[in-house]
């Protein structure tokens, strides 16, 4: 069974830093592009970050560029989100999935989340 | 940057046919995805590239894209089809490249 769990959520201050996981099994993960979507209470589905099976394409909203840093090692079959400079703007469930299409593409499966609340 | 609309709320009848659209410039030269997310769940894959249908996903479920709007039909729609749905595409047209999603559609089934 594909699952993809997602872990490192928490609370956070403003100005801070937070590192997501997301744990992937039942798939060759080195073989898929890897994708971040958050979700703020009571709002859309927003885009964060992709990146390719082997990390050479990476692209990013322009809502987190130059704070977040999306990165995966292959080797564990893990994908990470590296958050810095954290605002409050940025409290979310952050969710990671898998792009099958062969880019960033569609999303399926998605994991169940993780929750980041930024908050003095 | 690339926007996708999509309407807040659609509400049918059970057994009737529900439609939601997406509208986008020239959205019938991308691929159009769509996702159903029910309340404290993941969102789940239900058509992608304009038509498709994942393994597990009802044929009720349908999709099309032309021109400037794509549309998610639901037939026969069920009680359990309650749920908000949204679009997504890849946008590479501007100088640099985003995944963009619709802003969602709230499903009411009366």
């Known amino acids: 069974e594909v699952q993809l769990v997602e872990s490192g959520g928490g609370l956070v201050k403003p100005g801070g830093s937070l590192r997501l996981s997301c744990a992937a099994s039942?798939?060759?993960?080195?073989?898929?592009?890897m994708n971040w979507v958050r979700q703020a209470p009571g709002k859309g589905l927003e885009w964060v970050s992709s990146?390719?099976?082997?990390?050479?394409?990476?692209y990013y909203a322009d809502s987190v560029k130059g704070r977040f840093t999306i990165s995966r090692d292959n080797a564990k079959n893990s994908l990470y989100l590296q958050m810095n400079s954290l605002r409050a703007e940025d409290t979310a469930v952050y969710y990671c999935?898998?792009?099958?299409?062969?880019?960033?593409?569609?999303?399926?499966?998605w994991g169940q989340g993780t929750l980041v609340t930024v908050s003095s | 940057s690339y926007v996708l609309t999509q309407p807040p709320s659609v509400s049918v009848a059970p057994g009737q046919t529900a439609r939601i659209t997406c509208g986008g410039n020239?959205?019938?030269?991308?691929?159009v995805h769509w996702y159903q997310q029910k309340p404290g769940q993941a969102p789940v894959l239900v058509v992608y590239d304009d038509s498709d249908r994942p393994s597990g996903i009802p044929e009720r479920f349908s999709g099309s894209n032309s021109g400037n709007t794509a549309t998610l039909t639901i037939s026969r729609v069920e009680a359990g089809d309650e749920a908000d749905y949204y679009c997504?595409?890849?946008?590479?047209?501007?100088?640099?490249?985003?995944?963009?999603f619709g802003g969602g559609t709230k499903l009411t089934v009366l």
């Open positions: 039942g798939f060759t993960f080195s073989s898929y592009s």
């Open positions: 997504q595409v890849w946008d590479s047209s501007s100088d640099h490249s985003h995944v963009v």
């Open positions: 990146i390719s099976s082997s990390s050479s394409y990476i």
């Open positions: 020239n959205i019938g030269s991308k691929s």
């Open positions: 999935a898998r792009a099958p299409g062969g880019g960033p593409g569609w999303f399926d499966p």
